[in-house]
């Protein structure tokens, strides 16, 4: 069976750092094909793709965030970190975590997903 | 702006057949990348409905259904039961932003 969770602060001042870790099970991220994605969803908003690693280390952004993200993988402890810098109110949102399927292609899936984290970014 | 476009909602009572629409372009679709959709209910996580445009994951049921066509897919459900009211994305990738994308979300309502 394949668990994910989502841990981090709650609540992130304008201008910090924000970094998430997602802690998984029953995956390998180093099995081909395999990978994890970060997706956040804002209060009452869509779905937004944020990053996604893959098992052989390849790394993916959203453009329109790619110079405030980074994503990490330690495949020793089965974690991956999501760090977003110079965070502002309007990254508020809750932060999903998900193993990839399908991913030794591009247009993979996400699935499951973890509970996911509200993260609020405020003074 | 999404770059898969749903309609905000759709509503039908309940044994009604209804669609939900994803339109996209030639950079994600239209390039023959599979459409994959999502159910999630209010205050949790999204679950894989539909992956590679028609395929089902084990346990859901076969009511649900999908289908691509050039740059647009459709989600059907069949016999509505009003515990399928939740909120509905499609994601696929896209070309042009190498980027994972995800539908702007339709909410079903079981009237």
């Known amino acids: 069976q394949i668990t994910l969770r989502e841990s981090g602060p709650t609540l992130v001042k304008p201008t910090e750092t924000l970094t998430l870790t997602c802690s998984f099970s029953?995956?390998?991220?180093?099995?081909?094909?395999?990978?994890v994605g970060w997706i956040r969803q804002p209060p009452g908003k869509a779905l937004e793709w944020l990053a996604l690693?893959?098992?052989?280390?390849?790394?993916r952004y959203s453009p329109s965030l790619k110079s405030r993200l980074t994503i990490t993988s330690d495949t020793s402890k089965n974690q991956v970190v999501l760090t977003l810098t110079n965070a502002d109110p309007v990254d508020t949102a809750t932060y999903y975590c998900?193993?990839?399927?399908?991913?030794?292609?591009?247009?993979?899936?996400?699935?499951?997903w973890g509970r996911g984290t509200l993260v609020t970014v405020s003074s | 702006q999404s770059v898969l476009t749903q309609p905000p909602s759709v509503s039908g009572a309940p044994g009604q057949r209804v669609t939900i629409s994803c339109s996209g372009s030639?950079?994600?679709?239209?390039?023959?990348?599979?459409v994959h959709w999502y159910r999630q209910f209010p205050g949790a996580a999204p679950k894989v409905l539909i992956y590679?445009?028609?395929n089902r994951p084990s346990g859901v049921p076969d009511r649900f259904s999908g289908s691509k066509s050039g740059t647009s897919a459709s989600l059907a459900i069949t016999g509505l039961e009003a515990a399928d009211e939740a909120d509905y994305y499609c994601?696929?990738?896209?070309?042009?932003?190498?980027?994972?994308?995800f539908g702007g979300g339709t909410k079903l309502t079981v009237l």
């Open positions: 998900s193993h990839g399927v399908g991913f030794g292609e591009l247009d993979g899936w996400f699935d499951p």
């Open positions: 029953g995956f390998s991220l180093t099995s081909y094909g395999v990978a």
């Open positions: 690693i893959h098992w052989d280390d390849d790394k």
């Open positions: 030639t950079s994600n679709l239209g390039a023959g990348y599979d």
């Open positions: 590679r445009n028609r």
């Open positions: 994601q696929s990738y896209d070309d042009s932003l190498r980027a994972w994308v």
